[in-house]
């Protein structure tokens, strides 16, 4: 196997269900070229008992990107971490973080905190398996248990198993009484716990989630941590990654355009309506449009460029072509147009 030269993960974008799929994955890429991308989250039943290619698919312009996965057995994620080292992926990935009751059901997400060991089995099985990295994603701690020192004995006996990489989402998780999207926003973040466990953790690689907007901020999380992960506001506003390249990389190579970006896009989707088909069973158009709804946020006509990629009669049309007749209509808005707009709201 040749050792590929991967980006360090100084940037990266992270792991969202129902909307970090291929499709948005691709359209990143377009804006940002070293930044790691991850999966949503894979659980290991979907890939013993679902379709191997709906899961683990990508497009090989994604690297570096990761997989990530979501179980509680050492067995399952050892298996399931080969499969995703055979499909390509540059990491594996532990979720340790969400909160949801679907995954609490299952036993794993953020209640592994609770159980160090088992994580540490986890991920010992799992690198005995592959020779790409294993990593883990995990929150600061778990309901009213949420105090530095427990998150600091769950890192540490993990990695005792071998785990280098900590992905810390600075909240704690509130696993009753809070929505997955509640607990995203109402637990206070506490970087400083990051802070911390890189300094007395030095050998390990400590990468900070949580409420991350700017690059100012970045800039700032960087003084202390060895990398930053962006979550919402990468979704939201993606052309936001368009300097990530140049700040956080070296990589002085032109950024896209937005227009650039939406031409680079087109033929993808052509060719994914080809192999899948357009409606019914198939992709739909909106499957990959829908990623792209941000891209002129900020922008005199992003509403109007937002309206024309939600308009379901073109969608269900097909044509990808939708993508310039969005950005010629929002050539047309004026400055007036958008203050009326703004004051409307």
């Not at 802070?195 to 700017?214: A, D, H, Q, S, V």
């Not at 993606?238 to 032109?254: E, G, V």
Request: aromatic share 8%; proline share 5%.
């Amino acid at each position: 196997m040749t050792t590929k030269v991967l980006p360090p993960r100084r940037v990266s974008v992270a792991p969202m269900l129902d909307w970090s799929d291929r499709h948005c994955r691709q359209f990143h890429r377009h804006i940002t070229r070293h930044t790691w991308l991850y999966t949503e989250m894979v659980t290991t039943g979907s890939l013993f008992h679902g379709d191997l290619q709906r899961h683990l698919e990508f497009n090989p312009g994604e690297h570096p990107v990761a997989l990530q996965l979501g179980g509680s057995e050492p067995a399952d994620l050892a298996h399931c971490a080969k499969l995703g080292e055979e499909w390509g992926y540059d990491e594996i990935n532990l979720n340790c973080g969400c909160p949801s009751e679907r995954v609490q059901k299952g036993a794993f997400g953020a209640c592994l905190m609770a159980e160090p060991l088992l994580v540490a089995d986890c991920v010992k099985a799992m690198k005995d398996a592959v020779s790409i990295d294993v990593t883990v994603k995990h929150r600061i701690g778990i309901n009213d248990v949420d105090s530095y020192e427990f998150m600091r004995d769950f890192v540490g006996q993990v990695a005792d198993a071998g785990c280098k990489t900590f992905i810390v989402h600075a909240r704690t998780a509130i696993l009753k009484g809070l929505s997955p999207r509640e607990n995203r926003e109402i637990p206070p973040l506490k970087y400083d716990y990051a802070y911390r466990l890189k300094r007395e953790f030095p050998e390990l690689e400590i990468i900070l989630n949580g409420g991350i907007k700017t690059t100012a901020e970045m800039q700032q999380h960087l003084q202390h941590v060895d990398g930053v992960m962006i979550g919402r506001e990468a979704y939201h506003n993606p052309y936001f990654m368009a300097d990530f390249d140049a700040l956080f990389y070296d990589d002085m190579t032109p950024v896209k355009t937005r227009e650039e970006i939406l031409h680079a896009m087109i033929p993808y989707i052509h060719r994914q309506l080809e192999l899948y088909g357009n409606g019914g069973k198939g992709l739909r158009l909106n499957s990959v449009i829908r990623h792209m709804l941000g891209l002129m946020m900020g922008l005199v006509g992003a509403r109007a460029f937002r309206q024309t990629l939600s308009d379901s009669k073109k969608l269900a049309s097909g044509n990808p072509d939708i993508l310039l007749e969005a950005f010629e209509r929002m050539q047309t808005v004026t400055a007036y147009d958008r203050s009326l707009e703004v004051s409307s709201q």
